[in-house]
């Protein structure tokens, strides 16, 4: 049984930063490529960043572009998400999932974690 597990969350104020991880198990992940989203209150989930399988090939969001960095440890089998310059408009839930094909097609992803919150005061 694949499960994702999201930790790293936290409140911090405007212009910190934070640093997300995500365990995988049930199966070996490295041949999958892997991403990250993230959803406000009120909004729909949004795709904020995708790693190849390989963790050569990134993409991000354009409103996170410069500031996130998704990276991966296949040894571990655990996705991070470095946050960088928070903004008050990055408070959300975010969540890992598994793509299920191309790492630019957020709707092709799967497996949601549970999810960690990040708060970010201004």
């Known amino acids: 049984q694949v499960q994702l597990v999201e930790s790293g969350g936290g409140l911090v104020q405007a212009g910190g930063s934070l640093r997300l991880s995500c365990v995988a198990s049930?199966?070996?992940?490295?041949?999958?490529?892997m991403g990250w989203f993230r959803q406000a209150p009120g909004k729909e989930r949004e795709f904020v960043a995708g790693?190849?399988?390989?963790?050569?090939?990134?993409y991000y969001a354009d409103p996170v572009k410069g500031r996130f960095a998704i990276s991966r440890d296949n040894a571990k089998n655990t996705v991070y998400l470095q946050l960088n310059s928070l903004k008050p408009e990055d408070t959300a839930v975010y969540y890992c999932?598994?793509?299920?094909?191309?790492?630019?097609?957020?709707?092709?992803?799967?497996?949601w974690g549970q999810g960690t919150q990040v708060t970010v005061s201004s």
């Open positions: 999932a598994v793509s299920g094909g191309s790492i630019y097609r957020p709707d092709l992803y799967d497996h």
């Open positions: 049930g199966r070996s992940f490295s041949n999958d490529g």
């Open positions: 790693i190849s399988r390989s963790g050569v090939v990134t």
